[in-house]
């Protein structure tokens, strides 16, 4: 592995947790955003400096990601794009205050175990696994469904959220939504990183203009800004952003594996360290809790007044 892929991709990941920590910050002191109102939920991001810095972080973050998706294969960049999540659940401890269950720490050191399986599996890479476009008819056939499903997931969320009496949802519906949507668009800055070549500008960017990668970046970008951040405002940072890149990161790998046909090592010892971190990490996502565990009621707090009143009806 290239150091400056691997530079670039540690990099990534700082600038992505502290964006992400600077944005929750910034929406604990906005009113509540309604993904009915996509126009409002942006005017007021923008009336954020908080945000806006937030936001700038994560621009930088994903310039740094141009620069992994070009040296680095797709599986060796999302191995490494996971261990941020470390640094995440720290920020968030710190500054937001957030405190995770057992549960939820235990799943993070499984994702750990992921991780190194993942990076184990890179040992011996050919330079020349890492591919640099995909056929449009190929990558299409993958991201319009992976859209649909992802939109569909999170409008079934919202209306599970207005029921009346609801348990409160630790958010990871959410962040398998919007993890869909940002797999696709991690397949799209691979695409565009690939066409991108300094020596010819002008030429690059005709090639980039005819392909789908700059248009699945628009949509993706436009339903990511107002949906992540919606959820990341009703949920805690320290569990949906490491669900929303589990799903990213497992999403990138198999599909693009698949679209820009980069080969799975060919030692059999290395194509089962990938596959199976592959697996666990889909695993722990699966065994996260759904819902957060109602908030304790002070003993002193008159909680029980309303029952008279049930009962005599």
């Known amino acids: 592995m290239p150091w400056w892929g691997v530079a670039s991709a540690l990099l990534a990941n700082v600038l992505y947790s502290t964006g992400f920590v600077l944005e929750k910050r910034a929406l604990a002191g906005l009113p509540a955003l309604s993904t009915r109102q996509p126009v409002r939920v942006v005017v007021r991001l923008l009336s954020s400096p908080l945000w806006l810095a937030g936001s700038l972080a994560l621009a930088a973050g994903f310039a740094a990601q141009l620069a992994v998706y070009r040296t680095l294969p797709l599986a060796a960049a999302q191995g490494l794009f996971v261990s941020g999540l ?29 991780l190194a399986m993942v990076i184990a599996s890179l040992q011996g890479e050919d330079a020349r696994a890492v591919a640099r476009t995909a056929p449009p008819a190929t990558l299409l056939l993958i991201a319009v469904p992976s859209l649909a499903a992802g939109l569909l997931l999170y409008g079934s ?7 009346r009496h609801r348990r409160p949802t630790a958010g990871v519906p959410y962040g398998v939504a919007v993890g869909l949507l940002y797999g696709v668009s991690s397949l799209a ?12 500008l002008p030429a690059a960017a005709g ?18 800004l107002v949906l992540s951040q919606t959820a990341l405002q009703r949920c805690r940072a320290s569990l949906i952003v490491p669900v929303c890149t589990t799903v990213t990161c497992v999403f990138t790998v198999v599909c693009g594996t698949v679209a820009f046909g980069e080969p ?14 592959t697996a666990v990490a889909v695993v722990v996502l699966l065994a996260l809790p759904r819902h957060d565990p109602p908030a304790p009621t002070s003993p002193a707090s008159p909680t029980r007044t309303p029952e008279p009143l049930h009962e005599g009806r």
């Open 264 to 277: 799975l090592p060919a030692d059999p010892l290395r194509r089962a360290l990938r596959l199976g971190g």
């Open 157 to 163: 969320a919202e209306r599970r959220a207005r029921r």
């Open 189 to 200: 800055i691979k695409g565009v990183a690939g066409l991108l070549t300094p020596d010819d």
């Open 86 to 114: 470390v640094l995440l659940l720290l920020l968030s401890s710190v500054v937001l205050g957030e405190r995770t269950s057992g549960r939820e720490r235990q799943g993070m050191v499984a994702i750990l175990v992921a």
């Open 207 to 224: 090639r980039l203009l005819r392909s789908p990668y700059p248009y699945l970046l628009l949509v993706t970008g436009a339903a990511g």
